[in-house]
């Protein structure tokens, strides 16, 4: 009789294009029902990232091939010193922010791109909304969520942004309906959204059992390209952020460049067959 020994795959960091940022662990005017991020009871929770630590991890990686930095949370809007952190990274790359809109006003998003025409890099937006349909998307959400994030989308558009829908499929409906029915929503509010303007993503159910991997092939994956930077220390990607499964070191001077697809997250990751977090910067050039 064989002993049957099953090895769960290692990745290997290719590059570090991509330096995501955890502005905040668990700091969040929404806390939306599928969400992979085990909020406190206490909504007010102070654990914002210093700007001295992401100083540090901008000049750590000064010899690194940084594509992208990526403005990640709970929502990095709440951060006190979050326009100061983002003419930082300017000076650096491109940004990237995730947000779920709420603080993006026409007022507010005029701001920002005076702070974008101020530098010689890109502001991506990456606006999180996960339906169509106004009642489904506030049932996972919140009230109001659905039309404060168009609001938000509205006034980027306005003022030459180009932003993206983060699209979680919740509901797990055809993708392609999704892709249409959203497209219709942009061209009503005047944004000739294309197919790079969605990312739409499988849900992440952390309540339920880890997923089961058929096939163990994929094309890209966040970790084969990035990193990300929290209070705690540098770990693989942003769904093992804080997790001692994906940490990589404490910072970017000495830090893991191979990590073990062990996580059930990983297994979401890998079904999903494209990166959840990333995006390919050479589409909006």
């Known amino acids: 009789m064989k002993n049957s020994i099953f090895q769960t795959p290692a990745c290997q960091l290719k590059s570090l294009n991509n330096l995501f940022i955890e502005l905040t662990e668990k700091n969040c005017n929404q806390h939306c029902r599928h969400c992979y991020i085990d909020f406190p009871l206490n909504k007010n929770v102070k654990d914002f990232i210093a700007l001295d630590s992401i100083k540090k991890a901008i000049n750590d990686t000064k010899a690194e091939n940084i594509e992208c930095i990526y403005l990640t949370g709970a929502e990095p809007m709440t951060h006190p010193d979050f326009n100061t952190i983002l003419r930082t990274c300017l000076k650096r790359s491109n940004v ?3 947000t779920n809109g709420t603080f993006i006003n026409e007022k507010k998003a ?3 791109k005076r702070v974008e025409d101020d530098s010689s890099f890109e502001i991506i937006f990456k606006l999180s909304i ?19 994030t168009l609001h938000a989308l509205k006034s980027l558009v306005k003022y030459g942004f180009n932003p993206i829908l983060c699209i979680t499929n ?3 409906e055809d993708k ?3 892709l249409q029915e959203f497209k219709q929503i942009c061209k009503k509010i005047g944004f000739e959204a294309k197919d790079n303007n969605f990312t739409i993503n499988e849900w992440y159910d952390k309540n339920k059992p880890a997923q089961e991997i058929s096939d163990w092939t994929w094309e890209t994956l966040d970790c084969e390209y990035g990193r990300i930077l929290t209070r705690k220390g540098v770990y693989c990607c942003p769904f093992l952020a804080n997790d001692h499964r994906g940490r990589c070191g404490s910072d970017f001077t000495d830090y893991a460049k191979h990590n073990t697809l062990e996580t059930q997250s990983c297994a979401v990751c890998i079904n999903n067959k494209e990166k959840l977090f990333g995006i390919n910067y050479k589409l909006f050039q």
């Open 170 to 172: 919740y509901y797990k």
């Open 130 to 148: 996960d339906h169509y349909e106004e009642i489904k998307n506030d049932n996972l959400r919140g009230r109001g969520s659905y039309r404060q």
């Open 96 to 98: 990237c922010i995730f």
């Open 110 to 112: 005029r701001f920002l």
């Open 176 to 178: 392609n309906t999704l």
